[in-house]
């Protein structure tokens, strides 16, 4: 299985912006699909965008507008570009990559939107 650590969760004020990283290990990122799920204290985990190895990009309706996945293969790395957030969009952010199912996951990383 592929080893994921997200990083640059942080606080910021609702209307901000903050950008998530997920550098994956292997020499194979670039054959898997990859993913970001969020989820809130007292609530199930929650899909939020995937890309997939394609290219294919799907967002949660939530998000979409606001929130961009992509991907540098290069750098084994899937970035997650939150825009005009908002206070619900605080959450547990997790990444996640499989070949088609999304099967490894990250420890997460915690987003903070004050009001």
């Known amino acids: 299985q592929v080893q994921l650590v997200e990083s640059g969760g942080g606080l910021v004020q609702a209307g901000g912006s903050l950008r998530l990283s997920c550098a994956a290990s292997?020499?194979?990122?670039?054959?898997?699909?990859m993913g970001w799920f969020r989820q809130a204290p007292g609530k199930e985990r929650d899909f939020v965008s995937r890309?997939?190895?394609?290219?294919?990009?799907y967002y949660a309706d939530s998000v979409q507008g606001r929130f961009t996945i992509s991907r540098d293969n290069a750098k084994n790395t899937v970035y997650l570009q939150m825009n005009s957030l908002k206070p619900e969009d605080t959450a547990v952010y997790y990444c996640?990559?499989?070949?088609?199912?999304?099967?490894?996951w990250g420890q997460g990383t915690q987003v903070t939107v004050s009001s």
């Open positions: 996640a990559a499989g070949v088609t199912t999304l099967d490894s």
């Open positions: 890309i997939n190895r394609s290219g294919n990009i």
């Open positions: 292997g020499r194979t990122f670039g054959s898997y699909a």
